[in-house]
Nanobody
Framework: QLQLVESGGDLVQPWGSLRLSCAASGFTLDYYAIAWFRQAPGKEREGVSCIGYAGDSRNYVDSVQGRFTISRDNAKNTVYLQMNSLKPEDTAIYYC???????????????WGQGTQVTVSS
């Protein structure tokens, strides 16, 4: 069974940090682009960050630029999202998604994880 499993979500205070993990099983991530999306209650799911299959191409939504860092460890078949200087508006369910090679729009991702809750609150 091809699966992506997110972990690392938690309750954290503003200005705190979390590292989310996206682990693949049943297939290798070597030739997949991996993206992080998030969805807050009552809001559309939005792209947060994406990393290309070779790890050279990375992008971030403007609201997290400079605070979040996406990385991958193909040997561990895992992609990470390091989140620093967290703000209440970062509160959402975070999902990872995969597709072959290149980052793309939401509807073009083939594999999705179940999501992990991130809550930023005083």
């Amino acid at each position: 069974q091809l699966q992506l499993v997110e972990s690392g979500g938690d309750l954290v205070q503003p200005w705190g940090s979390l590292r989310l993990s996206c682990a693949a099983s049943g297939f290798t991530l070597d030739y997949y682009a991996i993206a992080w999306f998030r969805q807050a209650p009552g809001k559309e799911r939005e792209g947060v960050s994406c990393i290309g299959y070779a790890g050279d191409s990375r992008n971030y939504v403007d609201s997290v630029q400079g605070r979040f860092t996406i990385s991958r460890d193909n040997a561990k078949n895992t992609v990470y999202l390091q989140m620093n200087s967290l703000k209440p508006e970062d509160t959402a369910i975070y999902y990872c998604a995969a597709r072959h090679y290149a980052c793309s729009r939401l509807e073009n991702y083939n594999y999705w994880g179940q999501g992990t809750q991130v809550t930023v609150s005083s």
